[in-house]
């Protein structure tokens, strides 16, 4: 199985056909299916991988990816600001000037 990426290589002429190998077939799986959306669960079911951040190391930040995450950003944010839910706001301002600085220990005013 582990030699069945480089006899494809070698098939359609592609070079360096010894860099192909099992191995590849699972982060191109993992991408792939990152990809198409599959959430990381499937994903670690996928390839029998215990771990999140394994699993999403043998991710690759495919251009389609990130593509794909850049588009549902625009989206979100077209839609009547729906992003600014995600940070947190403080209400009252006056707290913000307010806040001790770091450097001397005193805190900001307002003007």
Known sequence: MGK????VAS??????VACYTGHCLRRSSATLLADAGVDITT???????KSTTVAKGYVENSIENKT???NQVLVVSSAGNAITSFIPIQSDSSK???RPNKRSGEN???S
């Open 4 to 7: 069945i990426p480089s006899v």
């Open 11 to 16: 098939y359609i002429k592609l070079p360096d």
């Open 43 to 49: 994903i670690k079911r996928h390839a029998r991988w």
């Open 68 to 70: 794909k995450i850049a």
């Open 96 to 98: 913000l000037n307010n």
């Open 108 to 110: 900001r005013t307002s």
